[in-house]
């Protein structure tokens, strides 16, 4: 082939395809103009390409010269077309290419929620005290949650205003059915379902209609421990929370024991640690009532037993130094991830 036919063809090629580009109205006609002109097998260009071999000798290399030229002046009015129509293939062809040698993209894992976490830590130091767990459902009876715990009907502990009783189209279940206020409930299911001797945790949900402040959620969690054997006394309650509490939160931290009434325990104590320069109280306890024992057919003769009912979040909060209960359940995963 001539030199003149070859750049004639070029310039030819040239018009229609930068006619074509400068046409399209959408990136499927774009695509079969790119195909049609610069595809890299049956392309027009490429067609043109094959004839610069059939150039006489000393016009080649400016043969070669102008089919370099008018095949980056291609690209540039493709790319330009792309960009107009905004093409996936121009987008594609903005991102930066990829380097397999970058380091990857962290993937973002889980965590347990501080609570969740505090929970297994509880499980943990029980467990090596040789208490297992035990489980009761959160939606309760009022035998479990006040009668069989020495909770007679008229005692203001078990007040509506008091307690999140449930009602199916705006009238109380009957028989009555409450959202657990205490884990104390557990015990009266352990206790119903197993002979002595008995040593376990309850950790789960409790609900109260509690006015919310620093330290008072209406749904906290509780620990429940229950042990029930022959001459169990309060220095073995006094001890297992004293080492309790030197696992969890510390040799040096101080707990105390304030006398204090519950109607399934007797004698009743507070057990408080120390915080921010105060006492804060972080669970309840006792030795549990014979009443209690002979509602779930234990002898009291023949059986003593101690029970408490810490509140997880204190001890987590404590532990953390987190000062304000709310913190737990804002969901702020700039807060949770901290744990
Ligand atoms: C009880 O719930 C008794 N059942 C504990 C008990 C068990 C006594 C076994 C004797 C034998 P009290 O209402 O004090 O006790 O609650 C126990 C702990 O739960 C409190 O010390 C506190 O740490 C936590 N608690 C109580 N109310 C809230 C609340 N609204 N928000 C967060 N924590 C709470």
Redesign the pocket.
């Known amino acids: 082939m001539s030199f003149e036919r070859f750049t004639a063809e070029l310039d030819a090629l040239w018009r229609a395809a930068s006619q074509a580009f400068s046409q399209v109205s959408d990136p499927a006609a774009l695509e079969a103009a790119r195909v049609e002109f610069l595809g890299a097998r049956s392309g027009r260009l490429k067609a043109l390409q094959k004839m610069l071999a059939d150039i006489p000798p000393p016009q080649k290399p400016d043969a070669g010269r102008r089919f370099n030229q008018i095949k980056k002046e291609l690209e540039e009015a493709l790319r330009q077309a792309q960009q107009r129509l905004g093409s996936t293939a121009a987008a594609r062809s903005r991102r930066p290419p990829l380097d397999p040698t970058l380091p990857g993209t962290r993937v973002g894992l889980g965590k347990l929620h501080p609570i969740s976490h505090t929970i297994e830590e509880l499980k943990e130091i029980m467990g090596r005290l040789g208490f297992t767990v035990a489980d009761g459902p959160e939606v309760e009876d009022e035998w479990h949650n006040f009668e069989a715990?020495n909770i007679p009907p008229d005692h203001p502990a078990r007040d509506p205003l008091d307690n999140f009783y449930l009602s199916v189209a705006g009238q109380l279940c009957q028989p009555p059915l409450l959202l657990r206020?205490?884990?104390?409930t557990v015990?009266i299911r352990v206790m119903e379902r197993m002979p002595p001797p008995v040593r376990i945790i309850a950790l789960g949900r409790?609900y109260?209609p509690?006015e919310?402040d620093a330290?008072?959620?209406?749904?906290?969690?509780?620990m429940?421990?229950?042990m029930v054997d022959r001459h169990v006394t309060m220095a073995d309650l006094k001890s297992t929370l004293r080492l309790f509490a030197a696992a969890y939160l510390g040799q040096d931290a101080p707990i105390r024991f304030r006398p204090?009434f519950?109607p399934?325990?007797e004698p009743?104590?507070?057990?408080d640690f120390q915080w921010a320069g105060g006492w804060?109280?972080?669970?309840?306890?006792?030795m549990?009532d014979p009443a209690v024992l002979a509602a779930v057919g234990y002898d009291p003769e023949q059986v003593t037993g101690?029970?408490?009912?810490?509140?997880?979040?204190?001890?987590c909060m404590r532990r953390h130094q987190i000062p304000d209960?709310r913190e737990l359940y804002r969901n702020d995963v700039r807060f949770l991830r901290q744990f």
């Open positions: 715990l206020s205490q884990t104390s015990q409790v109260r509690d919310v330290t008072h959620y209406p749904m906290f969690h509780q429940e421990g229950l204090s519950f399934f325990t009743s104590v507070e057990v804060i109280e972080f669970g309840g306890a006792g549990v101690f029970a408490f009912g810490l509140g997880v979040e204190r001890l209960i």
